[in-house]
């Protein structure tokens, strides 16, 4: 069974500087996908970033970036130049790759970091 | 285009009683997938659809099932609720196997 796991409960940042939220993964899948969601107040689930576990490239998505070790089974998220709108609840979620014809591959999802971003 | 609309955003039951939940996916999505959020146990995976079938089953009692309509639009249903299903229910629509799943505003069930 695949877990997720983030190490963070919470964290804060100043507005305009830089943060990197931690998640760990533990699989014996080989083709998988890693997401970053982001869940503000309003309680929304938006997709901030995803990684293709064959693809050696780390995804970036503007300020948002990832840094992705497969053999470390690390998946962090980087926010540059932080903005007050970020203030959210950040879930790292894992998810296999399914084949055509099959099952879409749930998501299995980490217990989240509670990032504040200070002014 | 219009996002994941789940309906109703709050509802409030007693115990014993049944509830449906309801799911429109993005237009063209044809995969809808369900989530329980609470507290004490996170983010746990229902149930997932696709053309009216249901592909994927979470660890959740019987009480727990739904469905999917040839229009997409998809239905959770819990019967006989307990007070632990008090939760945010969030439903997630995908247009195909392995693209991401986009999410609903989710709806807040609370269990008196």
């Known amino acids: 069974a695949q877990t997720v796991t983030q190490s963070q409960p919470e964290m804060s940042v100043q507005e305009a500087e830089t943060v990197t939220l931690s998640c760990t993964y533990d699989?014996?899948?080989?083709?998988?996908?890693l997401f970053w969601y982001k869940q503000p107040p309003s309680r929304q689930m938006i997709l901030v970033i995803r990684q293709e576990a064959y693809k050696q490239q780390n995804a970036t998505e503007n300020r948002f970036s990832v840094n992705f070790q497969k053999a470390a089974k690390s998946f962090s998220l980087k926010i540059s130049d932080s903005q007050l709108g970020d203030t959210a609840m950040y879930f790292c979620?894992?998810?296999?790759?399914?084949?055509?014809?099959?099952?879409?591959?749930?998501?299995?999802f980490g217990k989240g970091t509670k990032l504040s971003v200070k002014p | 285009k219009a996002g994941v609309t789940q309906t109703p955003r709050y509802l409030i039951k007693t115990r014993g009683q049944q509830v449906t939940l309801s799911c429109s996916p993005i237009?063209?999505?044809?995969?809808v997938s369900w989530y329980q959020q609470t507290p004490g146990q996170g983010l746990q995976f229902l149930f997932e659809?696709?053309?009216?079938?249901?592909?994927n089953k979470g660890n959740f009692p019987g009480r727990f099932s739904g469905r999917q309509f040839s229009n997409s639009r998809s239905e959770m249903n819990v019967s006989t609720l307990e007070l632990g299903d008090s939760a945010l229910y969030l439903c997630a629509s995908s247009m195909s196997i392995n693209q991401p799943q986009h999410f609903g505003d989710g709806t807040r069930l609370s269990i008196l």
């Open positions: 237009s063209g999505h044809r995969s």
């Open positions: 979620a894992f998810m296999k790759y399914g084949n055509y014809g099959g099952s879409q591959g749930n998501l299995i």
């Open positions: 699989t014996s899948e080989n083709n998988y996908y």
């Open positions: 659809y696709f053309s009216e079938t249901q592909r």
